[in-house]
């Protein structure tokens, strides 16, 4: 079948999967080095209660086969090895089939890894990179040409992405309507970068244009995507444009980059590719599988599509447990106050405002108001997000602020190294408590005069003070005196 391949989009196939297999070694990274405080047998959420209380169909995967830490540890570690194996190109030194199975493998220890991540794990991009590779398993490698069904499906996906972030915000926040959500966004997004104080301080007129520009990339630019080229290749390369933007403005995990990467795979590289390799026919069960598998999710496609069409549009939302077709969208609505929990440990035995107290820093979230926020992404800091959630409504750290502060005060090391400043290296604290506190910019004026990126003040208590547990064995014995 003639029609089946697109053998021009050789290059744009290598570029995608090289920069997908980047995005999946940060994921598998990120999941290595911070599961065990987080999820891990004796995290925050163990994964054994999850595995415990939930059904196989809710959220198939291999622990339920079996967990332990050191077999997550082998499968986050796998991943990163796999991964690398795939940027160095080694799919292309195998046969079709083999290539297929060697993309299909990050995408089920992912995936694995997904269904057991809890809250840790409930963003967006998780969703978007499984379904980013899952494609990427029939997109086909080295001598064979990339179906063309495929570099649609690749399209589709970018255009829901986008259109569907798009929606929300018109449908949401006022704001995004009246163009002024930026000037608030920069400062109270979940996690400034060390641009955001510069682009809040941009003139509102610019923070007027930056909005305009985004409702015509998202809203109007991914209906170009299904038109001929160079039109399409225009419309990709804008949005890479506007991606790079977000980039510099602010740390949304590996979100961007995986746009960009979708983005793309659009562009017709053919002027810059130069002499083509030879490639392949490609086999009938190969044929068959691509026409099988487009088939599948233009089926699925069907709950995404309706909800991008529905007033009550909802964002970040999987319809089936694999995550195959699910739908996007972010910052529906933007706050317009920076509300920051400050966790602070106090060694002294009475926890009250005499006592000393000493604050926790984070790596990525406000802290000290003299330090310049970091560049993270696309590398993900998963407590340091949900950190932002917690500040806006408790109910975001329902399940997991307690047993966090908790570790704290047991000095637990696998938590302490989410942190970047532990203020008890030698015993843990005797109390722990939280204040929410909001911040702000400094202007240019404070910033020369005082050396502050942020400005704080004081709004609430967000957590009284708490103990440090009893050891087990003499809370039981304290408890059979009818003591506390």
């Not at 059904?55 to 995967?61: E, I, L, R």
């Not at 991943?79 to 046969?95: E, M, R, T, W």
């Not at 083999?98 to 991540?117: F, N």
């Not at 000290?368 to 806006?392: N, S």
Request: charged letters at 15%; aromatic letters at 14%; proline letters at 8%.
């Amino acid at each position: 079948m003639e029609w089946f391949s697109a053998d021009g989009y050789w290059l744009s196939r290598l570029i995608f999967q090289r920069t997908l297999a980047v995005i999946y070694l940060v994921a598998f990274l990120s999941a290595a080095l911070q599961f065990r405080a987080l999820f891990g047998e004796r995290g925050i959420l163990p994964v054994p209660e999850l595995l415990r209380r939930t059904p196989w169909k809710a959220a198939p995967g291999l622990f339920r086969l079996h967990y332990s830490d050191r077999f997550f540890a082998a499968v986050a570690w796998g991943g990163c090895a796999v991964s690398v194996a795939l940027i160095a190109g080694l799919d292309g030194f195998l046969p079709l089939w083999g290539g297929m199975l060697l993309w299909a493998l990050p995408w089920v220890l992912y995936l694995s890894i997904v269904q057991v991540g809890q809250v840790w794990y409930g963003f967006g991009w998780e969703s978007l990179l499984l379904e980013t590779g899952f494609l990427a398993v029939f997109l086909g490698t080295g001598d064979t040409a990339p179906p063309v069904l495929v570099l649609w499906l690749l399209r589709w996906l970018l255009f829901r992405l986008e259109f569907g972030a798009g929606l929300i915000k018109m449908r949401g926040d006022a704001c995004w309507r009246k163009l002024t959500c930026l000037d608030f966004h920069h400062e109270t997004q979940p996690m400034p970068g060390p641009l955001s104080w510069f682009f809040h301080h941009l003139p509102r007129p610019v923070h007027r244009v930056e909005v305009a520009a985004n409702h015509v990339t998202q809203l109007l630019v991914p209906f170009l995507l299904f038109t001929p080229q160079p039109v399409a290749s225009a419309a990709a390369a804008l949005m890479v444009l506007t991606q790079l933007w977000l980039v510099l403005s602010g740390n949304f995990a590996w979100l961007n980059w995986l746009t960009i990467a979708l983005a793309l795979s659009v562009i017709d590289w053919t002027p810059f590719a130069g002499r083509p390799p030879a490639l392949a026919a490609p086999p009938l069960w190969y044929e068959v599988v691509v026409i099988a598998v487009t088939g599948l999710v233009l089926v699925l496609s069907y709950r995404p599509a309706r909800n991008l069409l529905s007033r009550r549009q909802v964002m970040n939302r999987s319809f089936d447990p694999l995550h195959l077709v699910n739908t996007y969208g972010a910052f529906g609505s933007i706050s317009r106050m920076r509300l920051e929990v400050v966790v602070e440990g106090t060694a002294d035995p009475v926890a009250d405002e005499g006592a000393e107290w000493r604050e926790y820093g984070f790596r990525g979230k406000p802290g000290d108001v003299r330090r310049l926020p970091r560049l993270f992404a696309p590398y993900h800091l998963r407590l340091d997000w949900m950190m932002w959630f917690a500040a806006l409504s408790p109910a975001y750290a329902r399940s997991w602020f307690g047993p966090f502060t908790e570790r704290l005060l047991l000095g637990d090391r696998d938590t302490l190294r989410l942190l970047a400043h532990n203020p008890f290296p030698d015993a843990p604290p005797a109390h722990v408590r939280a204040r929410v506190f909001h911040y702000r910019f400094t202007g240019p004026s404070e910033l020369w005069a005082t050396g502050c990126w942020w400005d704080r003040t004081y709004v609430r208590e967000f957590m009284r003070p708490v103990s440090r547990p009893l050891p087990p064995e003499r809370e039981s014995r304290d408890t059979g005196r009818g003591t506390r």
